[in-house]
């Protein structure tokens, strides 16, 4: 059906715009290039209903950028009359110019127009008209081409002259965005109103637009955040900090001013210094360093996450795996049009010439810590309230800092804290937090993070050392994806932890018994969606196949059947609906990996072998434990065939179920132990159709192949992928056992695992840093802890019951003889009898509830599926039990 007021371009009613209007389009033409967003605008109006367009500012040059935007979208002219009505134009702005050539600007009121419409549909009570508000920028993101003069002139909240916008035209209308808005119909609102008199009518619906063309302007180009003084003001003004300053002075025993001058230090130390020019100019050289960098960055459910944004306080919570994260984040949203979130960055960037650029682009910094500091926790505390309240989108790195082993680390909830008691003081504008998963195929801090982890001291930053690091210029870093996430409602959660959490609205002062409820929950949804929003790139697959194999080498035919076997699991048996995964078949991953030189080919008469060395092994465990995730049930499953030939199916699944909560809380999976358990048959099945299992007995019994076959082969190198937890799960078990009950605290059972795991990396040579990482042993402790498989006594030392001995016996059903036999040797253990003897029935201290799964299930289970393993093995040929 025709769009009435439908046109083109040599219609009669194009014909009646002034000659002079016509004209100065055609001289305006060249020097302006639009992009509409949508770009089929048409799909959002109403078939015959006449359409009023209202902008923002008035201005010649909007009036031809909206009149030749609507022609090259086929919409109605805005130079038309409006049907039904005695306007002569279809279009009306909320702020007017006076007449004068180099006048100021003054703002007429829209009321008129507008009652003009109301007076319109009142004297016919079936007609309707159609309001569309369309925003108008000129440059607001230059592009790499674009002059650093022309950054002066782009978009931002100042209300410009005539000269001054000729000249934005001029420098930057070739970055023209035109953004139509949902129509909104004049009959309904006017319904809505009752009766309502025309007048005020008007005044109610000129309100709604320039509140939703505020909203608008902010979303592209930021909020109006004045000038940072207008914000420590703010802060040092609010109650709360000048408490605080009271408080100094009296405690420290100084003067009033002497505190308020230090808290004016803090402050200044603290807040960013936002700067649209400096953004605008940085995207420049970025633009630059990007390209000298990487070969590409791409961004994928970007679009979801613009459209849950709007009407959203946004905090972007990245995965943190390089200093390059909030420089890209930035970079990128910048250029898809998006206001540049304000970025917690450590102090130790606030480095000399880089602080102060990193502070207007948007970077506020913290301190380590704030203990010891009650001046400095409050002010930062109302520093963030007060982002929160202006509507200003935020972006931290919930794990504190950068992630040396690839894996998310446990997350740290002080910004998060920080966020939501900010959002209870003033539930105004409800808070959405957008995880994003960065995936990398090559870092800049590779090898520094090796050495990390290896026991070298951590260098601190500097300008010199900034200007030393320079020299990764010189390589390439592959291509980098930013993939976001499912994003996280505050409000909901807050309704199902704590449905009457709007009462603690009334006393912001009083910190709820819930919120560490709320925050901690928080934290594990914001890791499992970034998990679930994973990039899977051909250096993680490579990582997975060769680092899995002992001297990380593989047969050609080998490797690209291993890389076909991990495509067509991650395909068949998606991890979630935002994973990506390359395109790129086996045989072009394998030269891809050649290229980028993580891998190298040694020719052979027999066949060709890819290998990684030594050091570039140690650098792809990073890729690989990027995506372990994705492949921990296919990996389980895989490693209970590691020593038995055949497993039930249920026994898979039952201690599938024990192992679930000790991997989930490293990994942080998304299932529940019955969500794990489909996930498993699902794999189980997967498994079976690619013959690598077969099924006796009704399905209920698995079997593999002989060791020596492919298909077994495939199987372990599956499992190997995941086999390195659970050796660490066993030195900590096996090293508890060793000192006794009531022996060692938690934090020297972490010390003596770490130094456990260590020699056993040396002795068995190693290439995965993180098998002896403090942070990943703690973890696992915590999660003992928190299973009740162990517990603290009264005087901080761990107990336990004999449950745990029989799981330190019964690990042989999933690893191997001479691992068990190098890990006992290490930590002193016995593999045959317990230190802890008959001190059970006479421990004075009682064990804590059990929980649904106890310690003695555990062991029961793995010592009835080691029995049923000897008597299936009995059956088949000893040379296969490998």
């Not at 970007?302 to 984040?329: C, N, Q, T, W």
């Not at 926790?377 to 950068?402: C, H, K, T, W």
């Not at 990582?543 to 890389?563: F, V, W």
């Amino acid at each position: 059906m025709p769009m009435p007021n439908m046109m083109t371009a040599d219609s009669p009613a194009r014909s009646r715009t002034p000659w002079w209007f016509r004209v100065g389009g055609q001289l305006l033409e060249p020097w302006v290039r639009i992009r509409r967003e949508p770009a089929e605008p048409t799909s959002l109006l109403q078939a015959g209903t006449p359409v009023c367009y209202v902008i923002e500012r008035d201005g010649f040059s909007d009036m031809q950028i909206l009149e030749r935007a609507c022609r090259e979208a086929g919409l109605p002219s805005p130079m038309q009359p409006l049907a039904g009505t005695r306007r002569r134009r279809s279009v009306f702005a909320l702020a007017h110019r006076d007449g004068r050539l180099l006048g100021r600007n003054r703002h007429r009121s829209p009321n008129e127009p507008l009652g003009q419409l109301t007076r319109a549909l009142e004297a016919d009570p079936e007609r309707d008209i159609q309001i569309v508000p369309v925003s108008i920028y000129v440059g607001r993101a230059p592009t790499r081409e674009s002059g650093w003069f022309s950054v002066l002139f782009s978009e931002n909240w100042v209300v410009v002259g005539r000269f001054r916008r000729l000249l934005a035209l001029l420098l930057n209308g070739r970055d023209t965005v035109v953004q139509f808005s949902a129509p909104v119909s004049m009959r309904a609102v006017l319904n809505e109103g009752g009766d309502v008199r025309p007048e005020r009518f008007a005044r109610k619906i000129a309100r709604v637009l320039r509140t939703h063309f505020r909203r608008i302007r902010a979303a592209v180009i930021g909020p109006d955040l004045s000038h940072k003084r207008t914000v420590v003001d703010a802060v040092l003004n609010a109650e709360p900090v000048r408490a605080a300053i009271a408080a100094t002075a009296a405690k420290e025993k100084i003067s009033q001013a002497k505190a308020w001058r230090r808290a004016q230090k803090i402050m200044l130390e603290i807040a960013a210094d936002y700067s649209h020019p400096v953004v605008r100019s940085a995207s420049l050289l970025l633009s630059n360093f990007w390209n000298k960098l990487y070969d590409g960055i791409t961004m994928h459910h970007f679009d979801k996450a613009r459209a849950a944004a709007p009407g959203h306080e946004v905090i972007y919570v990245p995965s943190h795996r390089s200093h390059a994260d909030y420089l890209l984040m930035s970079y990128q949203l910048h250029m898809s049009g998006v206001v540049v979130p304000h970025i917690a960055a450590g102090v130790n960037l606030n480095l000399p010439v880089i602080g102060p650029i990193l502070r207007r682009g948007g970077a506020f910094f913290l301190r380590r810590t704030f203990k010891g500091n009650a001046l400095y926790s409050v002010i930062f505390n109302e520093y963030v309230a007060q982002l929160i309240d202006r509507g200003v989108p935020m972006e931290y790195f919930i794990e504190g800092g950068r992630s040396r082993t690839g894996r998310l680390l446990a997350p740290r909830a002080g910004m998060l804290v920080m966020t939501v008691r900010a959002f209870l003081r003033a539930p105004r504008r409800p808070v959405l937090f957008q995880p994003v998963y960065i995936g990398y195929e090559k870092l800049m801090e590779g090898k520094s993070y090796a050495g990390e982890l290896s026991g070298k001291p951590k260098e601190k930053e500097s300008l010199l050392g900034l200007l030393k690091g320079l020299k990764v210029l010189r390589q390439r870093y592959g291509h980098v994806a930013l993939n976001f996430g499912e994003p996280i409602e505050l409000n909901p959660l807050l309704d199902a932890i704590s449905p009457d959490w709007r009462k603690s609205v009334d006393d912001p002062e009083t910190k709820p018994e819930w919120i560490n409820g709320v925050v901690d929950k928080l934290a594990e949804q914001i890791h499992i969606n970034i998990n679930r929003a994973a990039d899977v790139n051909p250096i993680n697959l490579l990582a997975l196949a060769l680092l899995s194999t002992p001297k990380h080498a593989m047969a050609e035919n080998d490797l690209l059947a291993q890389l076909e076997l991990m495509k067509a699991l991650l395909e068949e048996l998606p991890y979630s609906d935002r994973i990506t995964l390359t395109s790129l078949a086996p045989a072009a991953i394998i030269a891809y990996g050649e290229q980028m030189g993580w891998i190298r080919r040694i020719a052979h008469p027999l066949g060709d072998v890819l290998t990684a060395d030594d050091e570039q092994a140690v650098l792809l465990s990073y890729f690989r434990n990027n995506v372990l995730h994705l492949v921990a049930t296919a990996a389980w499953v895989s490693c209970c065939f590691l020593n038995n030939r055949r497993m039930t199916r249920n026994s898979i699944l039952r201690l599938g179920k024990i192992i679930y909560p000790f991997i989930q809380g490293e990994l942080f999976l998304p299932w529940d132990e019955d969500g794990f358990a489909a996930q498993l048959q699902a794999t189980i099945d997967f498994f079976v159709r690619r013959g690598l299992l077969e099924t006796t007995s009704d399905g209920r019994v698995l079997e593999r192949g002989p060791g020596q076959d492919d298909a077994a082969f495939q199987l372990k190198t599956i499992a190997r992928s995941l086999i390195q937890a659970f050796e660490r799960y066993y030195i900590a078990i096996a090293a508890l056992a060793k000192h006794g009950p009531h022996a060692i605290s938690a934090a020297e059972l972490e010390k003596a695992c770490t130094l456990a795991a260590q020699r056993l990396s040396l002795l068995n040579e190693l290439s995965a840093p993180e098998f002896f990482d403090k942070a990943l042993f703690r973890g696992f402790i915590q999660k003992l802890r928190e299973r009740r498989v162990v517990w603290t006594d009264d005087d901080g030392k761990l107990d336990y019951n004999s449950a745990l001995e029989d799981m330190v016996r019964d690990a042989r059903v999933i690893l191997a003889r001479e691992m068990r036999h190098s890990i006992l040797k290490i930590t002193g253990g016995d593999d045959k009898e317990s230190p802890r003897a008959a001190a059970v029935p006479n421990d004075p201290v009682a064990p804590p509830a059990a929980p649904d799964i106890s310690p003695t299930d555990i062991g029961a289970e793995l010592h009835e599926r080691h029995v049923e393993s000897e008597q299936q093995e009995h059956a088949a040929d000893a040379t296969d039990k490998r």
